[in-house]
C-alpha cells in the first residue's frame, strides 16, 4: 500500500492532491486528539468518512512527513559529486530530445495546405481531403507543442536542482517550507518507508 502527497499548502504536502493510490481517495490533514494528545497527522478520507471503500493505509504524522523530507535532502546533499554526474546526464538527455524544428515544418505543411485548400475552393472543387489533413496537423502542432513545452520544463528543473545542490555546502537542520516546494514533487508513503521524489526525478527512499 502506498500513498502520495505533493507539496504545497499544509507542511509539506497538499490536501487537494494527497491520493492513496489503492483505494483512490484523498488523504486529508487532520488535527488529532489521542487520549489527550494533540497531533496533526494525515489520514486517507475513507477512515474518516463512509465513502463505501475500505482502506489500510497507516495515519502519517505530519513531523515525521517533515523529518523525513529533511533526512533526503541531506542525503542527496551527502552524495552530491554523484547526484551531480546523474544530472549532467539528464539534462543532455532533455537537450537532445529536443527538436525545435518539428512546429516550424508543421507550420510550413500547413501553409501549403492553406492555399491548396483556398485553390480547390475557388474552383469549386472538393477539398474534404486537404480540410481533414489540416485538422490533423494542428492536433499534431498542438501536441508538439506541448511536448516542448513539457521538455523545456524538466530541463529547467534539473538545472534549478544543480544550482541548489552546488550551492548548498551545509546539510540541513530544520524542515523549510520553500525548499521543500522548490525541490520536492512528491511523498510516497508505504508500509515500512517514505519513498521521497526530487522534481529532477530522483528518489530517496527512507526507511520510517
Not at 468518512?49 to 523525513?68: F, K, P, Y
Not at 485538422?135 to 529547467?156: I, V
Request: hydrophobic share 30%; net charge negative.
Amino acid at each position: 500500500m502506498s500513498t502520495t502527497f505533493h507539496p504545497g499548502n499544509g507542511r509539506g504536502v497538499t490536501r487537494e492532491k494527497s491520493q492513496f493510490q489503492t483505494c483512490g481517495e484523498i488523504y486529508r490533514r487532520v488535527h488529532w486528539n489521542n487520549r489527550g494528545k494533540k497531533s496533526i497527522v494525515w489520514r486517507c478520507v475513507s477512515r474518516l468518512e463512509n465513502t463505501g471503500l475500505a482502506c489500510h493505509s497507516r495515519t502519517v504524522q505530519e513531523d515525521m512527513i517533515g523529518l523525513a523530507t529533511v533526512d533526503a535532502i541531506n542525503k542527496l546533499l551527502g552524495q552530491k559529486d554523484d547526484f551531480l554526474i546523474t544530472l549532467k546526464e539528464n539534462i543532455e538527455t532533455v537537450i537532445s530530445e529536443t527538436d525545435n524544428n518539428i512546429v516550424s515544418e508543421i507550420d510550413k505543411k500547413l501553409e501549403e495546405l492553406q492555399k491548396d485548400l483556398l485553390r480547390l475552393a475557388n474552383s469549386k472543387e472538393d477539398y474534404n481531403d486537404i480540410a481533414d489533413e489540416i485538422y490533423r496537423l494542428r492536433e499534431e502542432r498542438h501536441k508538439a507543442l506541448a511536448e516542448e513545452a513539457g521538455k523545456k520544463g524538466s530541463k529547467q528543473r534539473l538545472e534549478d536542482m544543480e544550482k541548489f545542490i552546488n550551492e548548498q555546502s551545509i546539510l540541513l537542520e530544520e524542515y523549510d517550507e520553500q525548499l521543500v516546494r522548490r525541490l520536492i514533487e512528491k511523498i510516497t508513503v508505504y508500509d515500512d518507508k517514505l519513498t521521497i521524489e526530487f522534481k529532477s526525478g530522483v528518489e530517496i527512499d527512507i526507511e520510517k
